[in-house]
């Protein structure tokens, strides 16, 4: 499993693909993995 975090809100989700938007602030695209 990964983790993400979208670069607007700094909200994190884990899972085994990249989320299309983020959960919390809805935007697209920000997404990014974490090390």
């Not at 990249?18 to 993995?33: F, Y």
């Amino acid at each position: 499993m990964a983790v993400f975090r979208c670069e607007k809100c700094g909200a994190t989700k884990e899972g085994r693909c990249k989320p299309r938007k983020c959960p919390k602030c809805g935007e697209q695209g920000t997404m990014k993995k974490e090390s």
